[in-house]
């Protein structure tokens, strides 16, 4: 089993649309979480780190669900510049484990 | 701009040759991690080193190897390249092993 599994899409919406997305981890002791972003052939980056009472910035929420093992992020009046792929991102000790990535195209 | 760089940007190989890719770390981060990324995958954790000694490794072989300097940028090296080896190679610098990690451009590695 993955540690990280993610839907991989495409979530194709319009703009103005709420997404959402999960995905699950397999690593209980876990203690750390976020959501990254990358773009086409660049590098991630740092989206949101994920809380256990759920944090919002911005238009983006991101929950998590530590009895179900799962993390959440929603977009809401989603932008064409949102458009991309999120990556899933658990910190089980020193390293990141990620998720092979939900993509999302924002289209006029 | 999180301020990590990487060079080369792209490298061509072909199989059996060796690679060494660089790393320069955010001024005042003292580790630094490796990660594998393959067209349409996720990173994949190669090692981490925290103050010049390697503090963690993934399920690679020995042929990737590593190393991290006094001023802790860093280097992994890659023997024997193989045709699976094509990917994004990806470096992050954090303060601590166990701070956020903040990834530098990469180096697109291609094995013919």
């Known amino acids: 089993r993955k540690e990280v599994e993610q839907d991989p899409g495409p979530f194709n919406v319009p703009e103005g649309a709420t997404v959402a997305f999960n995905c699950t981890y397999s690593?209980?002791?876990?203690?750390?979480f976020f959501w990254y972003r990358q773009d086409c052939r660049k590098e991630p980056k740092l989206l949101m780190s994920v809380y256990s009472s759920g944090n919002e910035d911005g238009r983006f929420t991101a929950q998590l669900n530590r009895a179900s093992q799962y993390i959440s992020l929603l977009i809401r009046d989603s932008k064409l510049s949102d458009s991309a792929t999120y990556l899933c991102?658990?910190?089980?000790?020193?390293?990141?484990?990620f998720g092979a990535g939900t993509t999302v195209t924002v289209r006029a | 701009e999180t301020g990590v760089t990487q060079s080369p940007t792209h490298l061509i190989k072909t199989r059996g040759q060796q690679v060494t890719l660089r790393c320069s770390s955010q001024?005042?981060?003292?580790?630094v991690s490796w990660y594998q990324q393959a067209l349409g995958q996720g990173p994949q954790f190669i090692f981490q080193y925290y103050r010049e000694e390697e503090n963690g490794r993934g399920n690679f072989p020995p042929r990737f190897s590593g190393l991290q300097f006094p001023n802790y940028s860093s280097e992994l090296n890659v023997n024997a390249l193989e045709l699976d080896d094509s990917a994004l190679y990806l470096c992050?610098?954090?303060?601590?092993?166990?701070?956020?990690?903040?990834f530098g451009p990469g180096t697109r590695l291609t094995v013919l």
């Open positions: 690593n209980s002791a876990s203690q750390s």
């Open positions: 991102v658990v910190n089980p000790d020193y390293k990141l484990s």
């Open positions: 001024s005042g981060h003292n580790t």
């Open positions: 992050a610098s954090s303060p601590s092993s166990s701070d956020t990690q903040y």
